[in-house]
Nanobody, 116 residues
Framework: QVQVVEFGGGLVQPGGSLRLSCTASGFYFKLYTMSWYRQAPGKERELVAA????????DYADSVKGRFTISRDNAKNTMYLQMNNLKPEEAAVYFC?????????WGQGTQVTVSS
């Protein structure tokens, strides 16, 4: 059974940091490109960052470059997103996605609130 689960959301002040985790099971994790998306109320879901399965190359949305870092630990079937200097407009539900060929698996999302 495929499972993709996000952890680590919560409330953080503007300028603060948060680390999200995504654990996966039920598929060959190291093959899959893993991505973080976010969706704020009334807005479309957008890609935040992605990391390939083989080689671990990364890609970021322009808005988060230099502040967010995506990483993965294939031995633990886990992906991370370190978010620094968070902005209020980055409050959203953050989703994890696993992709390989035509297969996409999504997590249920974790809420990130950025507020003082």
């Amino acid at each position: 059974q495929v499972q993709v689960v996000e952890f680590g959301g919560g409330l953080v002040q503007p300028g603060g940091s948060l680390r999200l985790s995504c654990t996966a099971s039920g598929f060959y994790f190291k093959l899959y490109t893993m991505s973080w998306y976010r969706q704020a109320p009334g807005k479309e879901r957008e890609l935040v960052a992605a990391i390939s399965g083989v080689g671990g190359s990364t890609d970021y949305a322009d808005s988060v470059k230099g502040r967010f870092t995506i990483s993965r630990d294939n031995a633990k079937n886990t992906m991370y997103l370190q978010m620094n200097n968070l902005k209020p407009e980055e409050a959203a539900v953050y989703f994890c996605k696993a992709s390989w060929r035509s297969r996409d698996y999504w997590g249920q999302g974790t809420q990130v609130t950025v507020s003082s």
